[in-house]
């Protein structure tokens, strides 16, 4: 047995066990703000479920403060006492396209290739993908207990027929698919968050001119994400002629929780309505009957009555739509490393 800490602020710091024997790889996640790394461990031996995975010794570091991405894996590596050397297998699911050996982030001034990063990690196997492909990939091992239904539908677990789409809010919008047929997953990734803003509502359409004269061209990402949200409140307090300092999503989330603040309020309230009519779009767009996944830590910080009431009112507001999207279940992922699951299944299928 290997035992090592868990060290990922916030969580628990319990020392873990797993069988050496039993370890996939490195797995990793790489976002506009931060990195995440962990061991991708087989769980499968002895439990009831023959596709069990975990992911030990996750490890988060500001992505500002390294380098590069191997400057980043060395000192994972060198940092997590027990980690086995001889891991020459990894899956990294990165926020960004994936350009054969040319991966760019898209809100990180990192850029790297994947071939000089197998060389300088002495990988014998490396994986590349979009951090929304391995959500994809990371719905075949979700329980019903990693996700909080958003209304009173249910997505069928395990799913083995039928779409399901996937949105997710963070530093940016991420936007992905699975296909699933006879219990086997095609995984979509795409870059469907920078697709153009479509408001529906007045209130919407003005926050659309006001975001018109900042960026020009408005995508929902503009809209749906950490910097979103405070371009929400900004555009609320000019239009409404209040002047107020500039605000974090973390201080608009917060001040809009106390209720004191109107504005917040009000940005917070339509951000969820946004989001609802967002994956509603994208369930028509995929034809994702099966539901819509949500992912996003910064949602864990709403009200999450309000969340759930404004979320599926957007969602339904399809016109002619609206009975058939009543039925389409659409649920928040509570999981707290579903990247990184999604990059071990990636690893323990291929």
Known sequence: MVTLNNALPGMDTDREQFDRSAVLGLVADVGGTHIRFGIAVDSSAGSANPGALDVHCVRRYAVRAHESIAHAAQHYRSDTPGVPADLD???????????????????????????????????????????????????????????????????????????????????????????????KFSVLATEGGHASFAPTGERAIELLRWLRKKYGRVSAERVLSGAGLANLYLAFCAIDGVHQPELSAAEITMRANDGGDAICVEAVGLFCELLGSFAGDLALTLGAWQGVLISGAMLQHFDRAMLERRVRSGFEYKGRFTPAMRGIPVETISHPHVELLGAARLLRNS
């Open 89 to 183: 297998r990894a899956a990294v699911a990165v926020a960004g396209r994936v350009d054969h050996d040319l991966v760019q982030l898209t809100n990180s001034a990192w850029s790297f290739s994947a071939r000089a990063l197998s060389e300088s990690q002495q990988f014998q196997h490396l994986h590349v993908i979009n951090d929304f492909e391995a959500v994809g990939h990371a719905v075949g091992a979700l329980r019903a207990d990693d996700l909080k239904p958003i209304g009173s539908q249910r997505l069928s677990l395990p799913m083995t027929q039928g779409v399901c789409a996937i949105v997710g809010v963070g530093t940016g919008l991420g936007v992905g698919g699975v296909i699933a047929n006879a219990g």
